[in-house]
């Protein structure tokens, strides 16, 4: 079981950011996907960024130009930073993680991921 973490969660007015950071063990396959989800209340939870070991980052069209994934192999750690937030993206962010997947294709598909964080919560008002 790959334990994940997040942080970095808070309150935000539209049009702030935020960095949220993920830590996670030293992952002993090295082809791997990483991704942050969000959950809004009542809805279902949707993939938001990915990248894999190569560094390749794919986003959903919704945050592109506002949100950057990152991670740093030194520190275990995978970040998102969002700016330009809008009050519609309040949610409950997770990241997650697997072996094996094609990130460009799978990073936002919930059920490929076997290994989720707990998630930390955004909230952004208007």
């Known amino acids: 079981q790959v334990q994940l973490v997040e942080s970095g969660g808070g309150s935000v007015q539209a049009g702030g950011s935020l960095r949220l950071s993920c830590a996670y063990p030293t992952l002993t396959n090295s082809n791997y996907c990483m991704g942050w989800f969000r959950q809004a209340a009542g809805k279902g939870r949707e993939g938001v960024a990915g990248i894999d070991r190569h560094g390749r980052t794919e986003y959903i069209d919704s945050v592109k130009g506002r949100f950057s994934i990152s991670q740093d192999n030194t520190k275990n750690t995978l970040y998102l930073q969002m700016n330009s937030l809008e009050p519609e993206e309040t949610a409950k962010y997770y990241c997650?993680?697997?072996?094996?997947?094609?990130?460009?294709?799978?990073?936002?598909?919930?059920?490929?991921?076997?290994?989720w964080g707990k998630g930390t919560r955004v909230t952004v008002s208007s």
């Open positions: 997650a993680a697997d072996y094996g997947l094609d990130c460009s294709v799978q990073y936002w598909r919930v059920a490929d991921y076997q290994h």
